[in-house]
């Protein structure tokens, strides 16, 4: 049996790897589990390296597995998604740590949204995906992505009110 050549895809790993346990983490809200849900993911990329390799989309394809495995975990687990803990005061804006606890209302935001809401959140504007792209990514129609990104980003806006930080519109007022 002719072995293998996986350095190009040690090469990707070694590339991509930051990226997306950036995305995985702000999916699930735990470094930690990030760091399994890129590893199954990393897992299930090199089965079908062979096929995605011999296209441009092997980052595409990661970052969809990433995000696939993460929803398939929140599935399966109470613990990602849902928090019991309450959304901290933050402290005056001249705070030294002020900063630190937004982004802690953030995440703790994120961990209440849907997990596919979450995952149109994270995949539109932390990775800075088209709606397109994303719907292309999540398997969705863009609509859906639409709608999705429309409810978590209520949601979020709802979180962070709670949590004391007050957004200011962008652009449109969206």
Partial sequence: MARRDDSAYVDFVNAASRSLRRTAYLVCGDWGLAEDLVQDALLKLYVAWPRVASV???????????????IDAGRKSSKF?????EIPELP???????????????????RELPPKARACVVLRYFDDLSVQETAQILGISVGTVKSQTSRGLELLRSTLERGGVTLEPVGDGR
């Fill in 81 to 85: 998604g849902h928090t019991s803990a």
């Fill in 56 to 70: 441009e989309g092997a980052h595409g394809y990661a970052r969809r597995t990433v995000v696939n495995v993460a």
């Fill in 92 to 110: 005056d804006d001249r705070d030294a740590v002020g900063a630190f606890d937004t982004r802690t209302v953030v995440m703790a935001g994120l």
